[in-house]
């Protein structure tokens, strides 16, 4: 496919400064789309923001996915990230998460011959991925993450399961399902009172952690510890999850 001709349809197309075979287009006020080649000629980058184009940050997306397309999906060929990203002063962005074809399904519609050529590119952070996630996984996490939005705040990899005797609430999912970190603490706090009440939670790089209630919090490290639980009061509790879904 002669992907230079098919950007070049796209209506309000311009190249993109600063960067060759790049281009930018709008195709409507807020939207913003930028592409570039890889280094093979082969696939289109693309990146895509909703009111929140940053014309220097988006440039530097592109360079950084051209150069590093290989080792960003190494680990994951569904959705993979890499670290090491210097964002433009002002934002915190840290990484750039990279989506392929089987996840967004980008032009699907209107040009179902161009979407396994589009490899899509966004910055993000890389306390988000696991570099282990399912192509369900890897779907719902680019559906959820707000990538458009390239002024967002980080959102960590997370994984859980609960079950509170005292309010009978539970996770539906047979093992540790994908969840926000909000969601987290408050489960860790509604269990308080619920004897036999647990949260099992895991981070993007596979630590798991269970919480169990019995007149007070116990908390046991799964596969990097010793496995036996210590008593932790609950705003210990809730500093320590915050920090180990962030590291």
Request: glycine share 10%; net charge negative; with cysteine.
């Amino acid at each position: 496919m002669n992907l230079r001709a098919e950007v070049a349809q796209f209506a309000g197309v311009a190249p993109l400064p600063g960067l060759d075979d790049a281009w930018h287009w709008s195709p409507a006020p807020g939207i913003d789309f930028v592409g570039a080649l890889s280094q093979d000629g082969e696939r289109l980058l693309q990146l895509s923001s909703r009111d929140s184009f940053d014309a220097e940050l988006a440039t530097r997306i592109l360079a950084f996915a051209r150069e590093h397309e290989d080792e960003i999906f190494a680990r994951n060929a569904y959705i993979g990230a890499l670290e090491g990203f210097v964002a433009p002063e002002g934002t915190r962005f840290d990484a750039v998460v990279g989506v392929a074809p089987e996840v967004h399904r980008f032009y699907k519609n209107e040009k179902p011959e161009l979407t396994p050529h589009v490899r899509l590119a966004f910055p993000a952070y890389s306390c988000e991925f696991s570099g282990k996630e399912t192509l369900d996984e890897a779907i719902t996490r680019y559906r959820t993450l707000g990538l458009t939005d390239l002024r967002r705040g980080p959102s960590p990899f997370l994984k859980m399961r609960y079950a509170n005797t005292r309010t009978r609430g539970r996770s539906t999912n047979p093992g540790r399902g994908l969840a926000d970190a909000d969601r987290l603490l408050d489960e860790l706090r509604a269990i308080e009172g619920g004897t036999g009440s647990f949260v099992e939670f895991e981070n993007r790089h596979g630590d798991v952690w269970r919480v169990e209630w019995h007149g007070a919090y116990y908390i046991a490290e799964w596969n990097t510890g010793d496995g036996r639980p210590r008593e932790i009061g609950l705003d210990d509790l809730l500093d320590f999850a915050v920090a180990r879904l962030y590291a």
